[in-house]
Each structure stands twice: as C-alpha cells, then as structure tokens.
C-alpha cells in the first residue's frame, strides 16, 4: 500500500503544471534529435545555434500560423571532406512541419512534417508524430521515414495502400547542390519508431528533462558530402540508441540544451 501511494504522489507530483515546448538541436519544436507535435506561437522567429563534436548547424525557424512551422538551415560538419579537405563542406536545406490540435483535451496533438524536401539529401526525413501533454509531462511517439531510419526499422505501414511505399529509390534522385524539391520519394521506404518524453523538474523552476530514442545511423544521416575522413570513424559511431539531456527555457525568448546523445558525444544547443 505505501508503495502504491508514492507511485500516486509522484503522478501527482509530475502533473502539476505545463512549461512550453523548447526547440530541439535542429531548431524545430521538439525533444533533442526528434520533433514534437506541437509549433511555437504564431508569428515566432527563432535562430538555433548547435554544436557537438562533429555538428556545427545553425537553423532559422519561423511560425507565421499556430499550424505552420517552417525553417532554413545551414550545416558545416568539422568531419566531412570538400575537395579533399576536411571541414570546408556545407550544407543547406529546408523543413517544414503542419500540425493539428483538436479541442478535445482526450486527443493528442498531431503533426506532419517533411525535413530537407529540397536541399541535398543530407537529412532528409518525413515523420508523422503525435504529442501528448500531462501538464507537467509530455509524451511524443511516431513513425519517422528517410534518414531516421538507421540499421533497423520497421515495413512501412503505408505499403498498405499502396505497394510502392515499400521502396525507396534514392539512388534514382539527382539531389544536385540542393534547392530542387523531391517528393517522390517522401514516407516512402521502412519507417521508424520515435519515442520521447519532456517531464518537467518541479524543484527547479523553467528547466526539463528530455529523453528520446535515438534511430539515426550517423553515417547515413547528416552525411556525407564528398566523403568520410579518418575523424569520422572517431566521431561517428552510435554507442547508445537513447538520448537525454536538460533544457533551461528563459521566459519566451528561447532556451539552452545540453544533451548527451549516442552514448558517447555531448550537444549544446542554444535558440
């Protein structure tokens, strides 16, 4: 019994009050790695800036409508090579995310969202996610196409509908220097699950917890220019299929994360 009145007092406990979403490392609402449902206030401009150990990207991301989110962003890896030189090659592309709340509390909000349509292939993805808000905790899960996918994952539930999903023919796109949209291939190919949780820390006023599943193969994603150089294979490696970190949110100006993504490489994001 007294089991059972702590396991109620820390639900309680958890559910007392709601603190706004935080941008993730990529610079779109969400966990650390993975997007949320939710979108930040219409007419919001934000600039991400995120660093880790092989990862310099800075993305601008705007909200005109409370369904829009939309971003730009540009990557400069400190390992990928550019004419046989390490850490010259850059990257761009665009994300945009469409998300639905209804007004039933019951019912979770819910989004789509197409990353890198028309940049260079580097991080391209499609997801679909639905976010739940306890108050104090929030709950985000989804399937997740393109580059979330790493070694594993699962048949695509849409091959349902129609047996092409089942194949991704990316090797028949010309993605060129970017700034060509593609939509052949989008939620197209296995898919993913995408896991995380934002749970408030009651004791310490604006700052969260943040954990994640981590599906990425990163060298598949953000990757890989002109090729891999002999840092990659140092820098690279996934360690842990688990992310998790802190995020201080100052009022509505933005927020600091720091994050311990692949079980072995720190992440500091700032927007």
Request: charged share 20%; aromatic share 16%; with cysteine.
């Amino acid at each position: 019994m007294n089991k059972f009145k702590y396991i109620i007092s820390f639900i309680l406990i958890i559910a007392i009050n709601a603190k706004a979403s935080s941008y993730n490392s990529l610079g779109q609402t969400g966990l650390i790695n993975l997007p949320s449902a939710e979108i930040h206030d219409e007419q919001s401009i934000y600039f991400t800036l995120t660093r880790s150990s092989f990862l310099k990207l800075g993305t601008i991301t705007v909200s005109p409508f409370d369904w829009l989110e939309a971003s730009y962003f540009y990557y400069r890896p400190d390992d990928l090579l550019w004419g046989a030189t390490k850490g010259l090659y850059l990257d761009k592309g665009f994300n945009v995310k469409f998300s639905y709340k209804p007004n039933n509390i019951l019912l979770p909000q819910i989004a789509i969202g197409l990353d890198d349509f028309a940049g260079t292939g580097q991080f391209t993805r499609e997801y679909i996610v639905t976010t739940y808000n306890f108050n104090n905790v929030k709950f985000t899960s989804g399937l997740g196409w393109g580059k979330f996918v790493g070694d594993r994952g699962i048949s695509n539930p849409l091959s349902a509908i129609d047996d092409r999903f089942k194949r991704r023919d990316i090797d028949e796109i010309d993605f060129g220097l970017g700034g060509k949209p593609n939509f052949k291939t989008i939620f197209h190919g296995r898919a993913t699950p995408l896991v995380g949780m934002q749970i408030n820390i009651p004791s310490f006023r604006d700052l969260t917890f943040k954990i994640e599943n981590n599906p990425f193969d990163y060298f598949s994603f953000a990757c890989c220019g002109e090729g891999l150089s002999a840092q990659s294979y140092r820098v690279r490696p996934k360690e842990s299929d688990v992310n998790f970190g802190l995020s201080y949110k100052y009022k509505n100006f933005g927020n600091i994360d720091i994050s311990y993504i692949k079980g072995n490489t720190w992440n500091i994001s700032l927007s």
